[in-house]
């Protein structure tokens, strides 16, 4: 089945007893067994719940992995990946991912040992000399970049990465299955905040990892069971129906996010624009022959620290919220939120300045939009 009809069954027919279109929300933490040494399949909701499983066969199938785990956020799904590492071990990592993500590599697992080796990875020759120092296990990749966007070749990458016998892990959040296949260009585990398009409604938190490899998927689901940060049922049920409809989401949000760069791109007090869809850019080359889609996620930099105050309170369509791609068109200001945790020298560094904001575009009127943004930046 193609993925357009495989997002549109998203939960169903996985119960046969009543034919339910919708799977079926199995609020239960434990299940009966027919008889000593029996299960149904399902014991306890911690290793295994009904409407969980719909979910994880279903995402599974979309990405083309060997199995999926769901869990209770973004950030859960990629402490569960990091798990999979030992004490010793190195992973290069792109180094202007979420910050909540540096923060996880940074504060948490490098103190258990894992050591996380930042570098630019759209720099393909700074990144192999990483890859291959002693002890490095795994490259993590974030395509595009939070904030602002830049798109490393994840092709190249996974090519050089298979030279030196290392994982590729790729967090496609911003682009999902959609737009980019990671394991069609080499890599071995995806990751994905799904409280974003994947959930696409901004009313549910959840995380979600697949692995190509079966091994690699078994041992993640044994660490999800292990540590126990599950997705709910009620949480699994509607990220199943925000399934069946992101490809049309996504096609909706990415028009009007083009629009919405090429009127910021022209706007006398707009001094920068961050969207990979920009042609001649480097993230537009690097995206161009691998994915079918660059996204509806923006950044951009306005003259002086005093309009960012202004669009910010003067908006009123476009909500000053963090997270990003729901339905409704949201409006961050990365140096202070998702980026506060990342000091400031670094932060300047990769441009993350106090000029800096990032919009995350809704299914709105594009005409309302405009407006919208007119009435702040004029
Ligand atoms: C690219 C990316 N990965 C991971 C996360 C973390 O996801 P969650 O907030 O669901 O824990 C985020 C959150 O913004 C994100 O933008």
């Known amino acids: 089945m193609e993925i357009n009809t495989l997002l549109a069954r998203a939960g169903t027919g996985f119960d046969p007893t009543t034919g339910a279109i919708s799977m079926p929300v199995y609020q239960c933490a434990t299940f009966a067994h027919p008889a000593l040494g029996q299960s149904t399949g399902f014991d306890y909701s911690r290793s295994a719940n009904p409407t969980r499983s719909a979910l994880e066969s279903t995402f599974a ?12 956020s973004g950030l859960a799904a990629i402490d569960a990946v ?11 990592v792109t180094e202007d991912i979420y910050g909540g993500s540096v923060r996880l590599f940074e504060q948490f697992h490098k103190v258990c040992g894992i050591e996380p080796l930042f570098v630019d990875t759209t720099d393909l020759l700074a990144t192999e000399k990483l890859l291959a120092l002693d002890g490095v296990k795994a490259i993590f990749i974030e395509v595009p970049t939070n904030p602002l966007l830049k798109v490393a070749d994840v092709s190249a990458l996974a090519a050089i990465a298979k030279r030196h016998d290392r994982l590729v892990i790729v967090d496609n959040t911003f682009l999902t299955p959609v737009f980019f296949r990671p394991f069609e260009y080499g890599a071995d585990i995806t990751v994905y905040s799904a409280t974003k398009y994947i959930g696409g409604h901004n009313d549910v938190v959840a995380g979600l990892a697949v692995a ?21 049922p009620q949480d699994s049920w509607l990220i199943l129906r925000g399934l069946k409809t992101l490809a049309l989401r996504l096609k909706v949000q990415e028009s009007n996010a083009k629009i919405i760069a090429d009127y910021l791109l022209g706007h006398k ?12 850019t480097q993230s537009h080359r690097n995206l161009r022959c691998t994915a079918s889609g660059y996204g509806a996620m923006l950044a951009f930099e306005v ?37 506060a945790d990342i000091d400031e020298e670094t932060r300047e560094r990769l441009g993350i300045n106090d000029r800096l904001l990032r919009l995350s575009v809704g299914i709105e009127s594009i005409n309302d939009l405009l407006a919208d943004l007119a009435g702040v930046l004029d």
């Not at 990405?63 to 869990?71: D, L």
């Not at 007090?269 to 001649?280: D, H, L, Q, S, T």
């Not at 910010?312 to 980026?339: C, D, M, N, W």
């Open 61 to 72: 199938a979309i990405e083309g992995g060997a199995g999926a785990s769901a869990f209770a």
């Open 82 to 92: 990091l798990r999979l590492f030992a004490p010793g071990d190195k992973i290069v």
């Open 212 to 232: 190509k490899d079966k091994k690699i998927a078994e041992r993640i689901a044994y660490v999800q069971n292990a540590t126990g940060a599950i997705l709910g």
């Open 269 to 280: 007090n707009v001094r920068k624009v961050y969207y990979p869809g920009i042609e001649g």
């Open 303 to 339: 003259d002086d620290f005093s309009r960012v105050e202004r669009v910010l309170s003067g908006l009123k369509i476009i909500s000053f919220a963090e997270s990003l791609g729901g339905v409704e068109s949201l409006i961050t200001f990365p140096s202070r939120q998702t980026h």
